[in-house]
């Protein structure tokens, strides 16, 4: 036992912010800590909200409230929501194409050479089958089927993920009930003021509208976007990436559901950005992400509204946002978290997945109230090569882009800039010969590379040597049986929709 002069271990821990990236923190951490003598509070203003967006997730969140003894199913139902095989993108390339980037692998490798070498050969002998016909997970997906993965899958080829569509203010009010239920003192106030001690410019407390103030060994910046602590307390600085990503605001709008849910996110390649659709069980979310370099919010609005038909739950609104990342996303005894360590943009849905991993390096780098510098300099190396992966998989989404009609420029812009040198080195790598490079804190792993290339047609000059050592009519026998593995069990398995009308509505309807 050391004596209380001596214990430099973390006592009061004060999360500030309750949306998505606050309440996760608060559950998971209270979690992580259990018994032991740590106290978390967590202060929100009901007055200022959250943001309210954010309903697209990756499989990772399923590990995540997993953890925490929830189940799918029990997620389901409280957050009104659906599942979600991939993405489907709608004319990124020409006008009427889609292609799906599921959660999953593609065909099976043979005698250890990936098989995307396969395919390829297979289209030099001439047969052009789309990638996503040896995919489950995309399979599924475009025949709007939905079932979960064997647990003891009769081949790789049977392996995909999944993740969740959901109501963001519900599952954040589900975090809240775990974190309550553990011991998370809640305030509901507005903070007025951030107290930073004379000698080395850390925070002390937080003063509420009320007068109180909360006082704290370590704060967790879930603020938001304005980065209340880490920002406007701290000045850490920011990194501006709007370079590459040239979308700075969406204009948001829910509206009643269409028909069955579809089991995957729809992007739709719009004049000066894209716009999405997430399904859930009782509203589907819809928003136009846009550079406003390239457009303006009326025309937004425009292009928005006129592609629903169906009835809107509310008038849409404007979220602006700035692409980049917090300098360092811990600065002194502050964290940063969520929208507050910063955002890059929807696409793809990486936000709360970065919250996520935020949370489990706090857990594996827990500090003590010396706040080592190797600890704080080993999470601020971690968390920025990591961002800055998520970032050149997004980027290449636009740089691949093949929009013919180019009204505002926004498109050929973005196939004409220049891209960090990091992507410019894997695309290359792609490009000559079909390599991956997979780096240390990467978000995407090769299937998601390889639906992304094969999604925009960037195909790699040659593939494996090696294999040119199958016989071309073996090959491609081969090939034919892993796609009607797939069909086959597409086609016996049921629709996305009865799968939620039978599993996932809520038990009892108030
Ligand atoms: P917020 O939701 O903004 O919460 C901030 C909290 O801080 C609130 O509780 C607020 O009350 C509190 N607060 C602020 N100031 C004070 C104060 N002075 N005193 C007390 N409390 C205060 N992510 C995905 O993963 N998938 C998606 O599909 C996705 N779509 C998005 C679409 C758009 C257009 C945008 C902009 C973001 C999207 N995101 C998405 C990101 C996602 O919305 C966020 O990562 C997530 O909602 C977490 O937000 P947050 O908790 O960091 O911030």
Redesign the pocket.
Same mark, same amino acid.
């Given at each position: 036992m050391q004596d209380s002069a001596s214990d430099r271990r973390i006592r009061d821990i004060v999360i500030?912010? &309750?949306? /998505?990236? *606050?309440w996760m923190a608060a559950a998971s951490l209270k979690h992580h800590f259990g018994a032991a003598p740590v106290a978390i509070t967590l202060?929100?203003?009901?007055?200022? &909200?959250? @943001? *309210?967006?954010?309903?697209? #997730? !990756?499989p990772t969140i399923r590990r995540f409230y997993q953890a925490l003894g929830l189940s799918d199913i029990d997620v389901l139902r409280a957050t009104g929501g659906t599942c979600k095989l991939g993405i489907r993108f709608n004319d990124w390339t020409t006008p009427g194409a889609s292609f799906i980037h599921p959660f999953g692998l593609y065909g099976q490798d043979l005698k250890g050479v990936a098989f995307h070498h396969y395919w390829m050969r297979l289209r030099a002998l001439g047969e052009d089958v789309p990638i996503g016909d040896y995919s489950l997970g995309a399979s599924l997906a475009a025949g709007g089927k939905f079932t979960t993965p064997s647990r003891n899958p009769p081949s790789t080829l049977s392996v995909f993920d999944w993740a969740l569509h959901f109501d963001?203010g519900l599952f954040?009010r589900l975090m809240r009930q775990v974190a309550e239920q553990n011991g998370v003192r809640r305030l509901d106030?507005? @903070?007025?003021k951030t107290n930073l001690r004379g000698e080395d410019g850390f925070i002390e407390s937080v003063t509420l509208d009320s007068g109180a103030t909360v006082a704290g060994d370590l704060f967790i910046d879930?603020? *938001?976007?304005?980065g209340?602590l880490i920002e406007e307390a701290l000045h850490t600085g920011y990194e501006d990436w709007s370079p590459w990503l040239l979308c700075d605001s969406?204009m948001?709008v829910q509206s009643e559901g269409k028909g069955d849910p579809p089991p995957y #996110?729809d992007v739709t390649a719009r004049p000066a950005g894209w716009q999405?659709r997430?399904p859930l069980q009782h509203r589907w979310g819809n928003?136009y992400?846009y550079s406003s370099r390239h457009t303006t919010d009326e025309a937004a609005r425009m292009v928005l509204t006129g592609s629903l038909d169906e009835r809107l739950l509310h008038e849409p609104r404007k979220?602006g946002?700035h692409p980049g990342r917090r300098l360092k996303a811990w600065n002194k005894n502050c964290i940063a978290? *969520?929208?507050?360590s910063g955002?890059l943009?929807?696409l793809e849905? /990486?936000? !709360?997945?970065? !919250?996520e991993t935020g949370i489990e390096k706090i857990k594996a780098l827990f500090p003590s109230r010396d706040f080592d510098p190797a600890v704080v300099d080993e999470f601020n190396e971690m968390s920025r090569l990591e961002m800055e992966r998520v970032r050149d998989f997004i980027i290449l989404h636009y740089k691949l882009n093949q929009r013919p009609e180019d009204p505002t420029g926004f498109w050929t812009h973005c196939r004409e800039m220049a891209i960090p040198d990091t992507l410019r080195k894997k695309i290359d790598l792609w490009r000559a010969q079909g390599h991956f490079v997979r780096y240390r804190w990467e978000m995407f792993s090769p299937p998601s590379w390889l639906a992304i290339y094969a999604g925009f047609g960037l195909l790699p000059e040659t593939y494996d040597l090696s294999v040119d050592g199958f016989d071309a009519g073996q090959l491609s026998a081969a090939l034919a049986e892993m796609r009607k593995a797939v069909a086959d069990t597409v086609a016996s398995t049921r629709a996305h929709g009865d799968f939620i009308e039978q599993y996932a509505r809520p038990r009892s309807v108030a």
């Amino acid at each position: 036992m050391q004596d209380s002069a001596s214990d430099r271990r973390i006592r009061d821990i004060v999360i500030v912010g &309750g949306g /998505t990236a *606050g309440w996760m923190a608060a559950a998971s951490l209270k979690h992580h800590f259990g018994a032991a003598p740590v106290a978390i509070t967590l202060i929100e203003s009901s007055e200022i &909200g959250t @943001i *309210g967006v954010g309903e697209a #997730t !990756i499989p990772t969140i399923r590990r995540f409230y997993q953890a925490l003894g929830l189940s799918d199913i029990d997620v389901l139902r409280a957050t009104g929501g659906t599942c979600k095989l991939g993405i489907r993108f709608n004319d990124w390339t020409t006008p009427g194409a889609s292609f799906i980037h599921p959660f999953g692998l593609y065909g099976q490798d043979l005698k250890g050479v990936a098989f995307h070498h396969y395919w390829m050969r297979l289209r030099a002998l001439g047969e052009d089958v789309p990638i996503g016909d040896y995919s489950l997970g995309a399979s599924l997906a475009a025949g709007g089927k939905f079932t979960t993965p064997s647990r003891n899958p009769p081949s790789t080829l049977s392996v995909f993920d999944w993740a969740l569509h959901f109501d963001a203010g519900l599952f954040a009010r589900l975090m809240r009930q775990v974190a309550e239920q553990n011991g998370v003192r809640r305030l509901d106030a507005k @903070i007025v003021k951030t107290n930073l001690r004379g000698e080395d410019g850390f925070i002390e407390s937080v003063t509420l509208d009320s007068g109180a103030t909360v006082a704290g060994d370590l704060f967790i910046d879930c603020s *938001g976007f304005r980065g209340l602590l880490i920002e406007e307390a701290l000045h850490t600085g920011y990194e501006d990436w709007s370079p590459w990503l040239l979308c700075d605001s969406a204009m948001a709008v829910q509206s009643e559901g269409k028909g069955d849910p579809p089991p995957y #996110t729809d992007v739709t390649a719009r004049p000066a950005g894209w716009q999405w659709r997430i399904p859930l069980q009782h509203r589907w979310g819809n928003g136009y992400v846009y550079s406003s370099r390239h457009t303006t919010d009326e025309a937004a609005r425009m292009v928005l509204t006129g592609s629903l038909d169906e009835r809107l739950l509310h008038e849409p609104r404007k979220i602006g946002f700035h692409p980049g990342r917090r300098l360092k996303a811990w600065n002194k005894n502050c964290i940063a978290l *969520g929208l507050a360590s910063g955002f890059l943009e929807p696409l793809e849905s /990486t936000s !709360i997945a970065l !919250i996520e991993t935020g949370i489990e390096k706090i857990k594996a780098l827990f500090p003590s109230r010396d706040f080592d510098p190797a600890v704080v300099d080993e999470f601020n190396e971690m968390s920025r090569l990591e961002m800055e992966r998520v970032r050149d998989f997004i980027i290449l989404h636009y740089k691949l882009n093949q929009r013919p009609e180019d009204p505002t420029g926004f498109w050929t812009h973005c196939r004409e800039m220049a891209i960090p040198d990091t992507l410019r080195k894997k695309i290359d790598l792609w490009r000559a010969q079909g390599h991956f490079v997979r780096y240390r804190w990467e978000m995407f792993s090769p299937p998601s590379w390889l639906a992304i290339y094969a999604g925009f047609g960037l195909l790699p000059e040659t593939y494996d040597l090696s294999v040119d050592g199958f016989d071309a009519g073996q090959l491609s026998a081969a090939l034919a049986e892993m796609r009607k593995a797939v069909a086959d069990t597409v086609a016996s398995t049921r629709a996305h929709g009865d799968f939620i009308e039978q599993y996932a509505r809520p038990r009892s309807v108030a």
